[in-house]
């Protein structure tokens, strides 16, 4: 009999447990969940063990405050650390969350060394450099998760636009996790047509930049950060490392060259399969995309000099 896949998601707040009832709900993995907060990620696994036998997926979820329960995971997905406010900037966030982030990704390689990392924490960019330097993986097995999430919401905006299925909208959006991410309107299709024989200039450019502010958009409403999308989007990256998938998604990886962008954590197409990243996809950009993902990358250089070990 195959063994179950392992994978820990740390943080029990409402991205990461939805990523783990997502990731559950495939039923191939035995999934832990870690967070400081004594009780809550006991109660949450509880609570979503108790959905197996409705859902049907096994129960084999373990809430944990400590990390022994981790040990061996094929993966291990971060989302800790604080949620934005409003009128927060993802920056605001950088010093607080590098902090975090650094202390759960040490404790959770010493368990688990030859795991594939995916991070969540915001600012993402930013938190994949901490990820890194604090696991001392090599870059194939740190990446981030935000392409898949901002690509989902340019994804619905057409779907609504064009009265189309959401499943024939072909898009993508790379660059920096934040005001400066760049939908790639010339890679964009419904049912194979291009977006712009579809919808008007100025309704794409306005989907565009809903888009980019598709995040502010949400925290707006809520008073903090979404977690359905995006602890979907976790699970579809989970999904492509540990049932090898070789799927085409874009994720925030390490560029040493690619795109013209050097020693940056950026999203970009990426193959992923088992030992994480295989393939970084260059996509032709127009002009104005490339200068655009130039911009995007100044704006997350910023951000990364922000870092304390930066300096």
């Known amino acids: 009999m195959t063994r179950r896949q392992k994978v820990t998601v740390v943080g029990a707040g409402n991205v990461g447990a939805t990523a783990a009832q997502e990731i559950a709900r495939r039923d191939y993995a035995d999934v832990v969940l870690v967070d400081i907060k004594e009780n809550l990620p006991q109660g949450k696994a509880l609570d979503l063990n108790e959905a197996g036998p409705v859902l049907g997926y096994e129960p084999t979820i373990t809430g944990s405050n400590g990390y022994d329960a981790t040990a061996g995971s094929d993966a291990v997905v971060v989302t800790a650390g604080l949620p934005r406010k409003p009128g927060m900037s993802r920056d605001d966030l950088v010093t607080t969350n590098e902090s975090i982030v650094g202390s759960v990704t040490r404790e959770a390689v010493e368990h688990s060394p030859d ?12 938190m994949c450099h901490v990820a890194m330097s604090a696991s001392g993986f090599p870059k194939e097995r740190v990446f981030g998760m935000a392409g898949i999430l901002d690509t989902a919401r340019f994804s619905a905006f057409i779907a609504w636009e064009t009265g189309a299925s959401a499943k024939d909208v072909t898009a993508m959006v790379l660059g920096g996790h934040g005001d400066q991410m760049v939908p790639v309107v010339s890679a964009t299709t419904v049912g194979g047509i291009p977006l712009t024989q579809l919808v008007s200039a100025d309704r794409i450019e306005q989907m565009v930049e809903r888009t980019r502010k598709g995040g502010g958009e949400v925290v707006n409403l809520l008073d903090t950060s979404a977690w359905y999308a995006p602890g979907a989007a976790v699970a579809q990256m989970v999904d492509s490392v540990c049932l090898d998938q070789k799927r085409v998604l874009p994720c925030t990886a390490y560029l040493e060259g690619e795109y013209g962008i050097d ?25 104005d995309e490339r200068a655009e993902l130039d911009k995007s990358a100044d704006a997350v250089r910023e951000v990364v000099g922000v870092l304390a070990g930066s300096s």
């Open 263 to 287: 020693g940056l954590y950026m999203g970009v197409p990426v193959k992923i399969g088992a030992g994480g990243i295989e393939e970084i996809v260059e996509l032709e950009l127009s002009e």
């Open 115 to 126: 795991a594939v990392l995916i991070v969540v924490s915001n600012p993402l960019d930013a």
